[in-house]
């Protein structure tokens, strides 16, 4: 039987509370077994992202990523590109044998010199590297330094939703969601013409540099939100008539999340077309695809949405079951659990 540790820093168990599920639970193998490794933290998961990461995380990142290795298990599973590279790293410096699996690795970016480097040395340790975007697999490839078939695309899921649709009909909204990679001046002038009531939730310094710098748009049919948890922003989610993904990251994938939340509910799309979107959005099937930056182009892909609820129902129709067939746990599972097969 292989023994599999999994790495991730949504792991969180006092003493004696139950780890989350995660994808090993829809593996039914009997010849593999998994354990968590949960980190210890003292901030809600949700409401914890930084754009740098911090000694104190990295610290934490360091315990956790040798207590996966600690077992000598057969493999070892990590979430997000700071535990793979701890991994990586650390696997390395002690001639472990262990295959390692770099689940969503989605760095957000490319940048140079030392961090590049440092990036290179870990990935060495890697056994295969998940990225979420076909457009991914031959860019992270070459920042990576890795041969052909190390980097593999798999779908980013999202499970079951435990919020039922419920559109508010009386004082609809169009709502936009997220922070990287996002380009909300477009869209504030996008819809400002049209005076779509917009709810915007990102964080507390993109609203300021939107609405506080030297010549900011005041836009008064546009409410900003900040600080609201996970369950909120689905409550947010579930009640709007239309959503919107701005994106700006013509590098690297994001605003994923938000987006297949938002098709996995049932929720009419407008998204930008880029990494982030490739494979996801089907234009003028699962949602509306526009070009980057394009105030004209995204302005027309609302109007017709917002005003044409059948348009809006088939479309999110489509968007639905595709999301179940292809972006939940299930799906992701039987992917992970043929890469841990094809790894031996």
Request: hydrophobic fraction near 50%; aromatic fraction near 8%; include cysteine.
């Amino acid at each position: 039987m292989q023994h599999w540790t999994i790495a991730a820093e949504f792991f969180t168990a006092k003493t004696g509370a139950k780890l989350g599920a995660w994808l090993d639970d829809f593996i039914t193998d009997p010849d593999l077994r998994f354990t968590k490794i949960p980190a210890v933290r003292r901030e809600d998961w949700h409401q914890a992202a930084r754009p740098r990461t911090g000694v104190r995380k990295w610290l934490r990142l360091i315990s956790q990523g040798a207590r996966a290795l600690a077992p000598r298990p057969h493999g070892v599973i990590t979430c997000f590109p700071q535990l793979a590279m701890v991994v990586g790293v650390l696997k390395r410096l002690s001639f472990s044998r262990a295959r390692v699996i770099a689940h969503n690795f989605n760095l957000g970016g490319f940048p140079g010199g030392a961090r590049r480097a440092l990036a290179r040395f870990a990935a060495r340790g890697l056994d295969i590297v998940i990225v979420h975007s076909p457009s991914e697999v031959e860019s992270y490839g070459a920042y990576l330094g890795l041969p052909p078939g190390r980097v593999r695309f798999v779908p980013l899921q999202r499970g079951d939703l435990t919020v039922a649709r419920a559109e508010d009909r009386e004082a609809p909204f169009l709502l936009a969601m997220g922070s990287a990679g996002r380009d909300y001046a477009t869209l504030i002038a996008a819809t400002a013409p049209l005076q779509i009531p917009t709810v915007i939730v990102t964080r507390k310094d993109i609203i300021a540099r939107l609405t506080e710098t030297p010549g900011a748009v005041v836009a008064p049919h546009v409410t900003f939100r900040h600080g609201l948890s996970a369950e909120d922003c689905m409550a947010l989610l579930a009640r709007a008539r239309l959503t919107v993904v701005p994106l700006a990251n013509m590098t690297t994938a994001s605003g994923q999340v938000t987006f297949i939340n938002a098709m996995r509910m049932g929720v009419a799309l407008v998204a930008t077309a880029c990494p982030g979107t490739d494979f996801y959005v089907e234009h003028g099937q699962t949602g509306v695809l526009v070009p980057p930056f394009d105030v004209a182009a995204l302005r027309a892909a609302i109007e017709p949405l917002w005003q044409d609820a059948p348009l809006r129902e088939a479309q999110a129709a489509r968007a639905r079951a595709f999301a179940r067939d292809h972006l939940s746990d299930e799906a992701a599972a039987a992917a992970l659990h043929r890469l841990i097969a094809e790894l031996g």
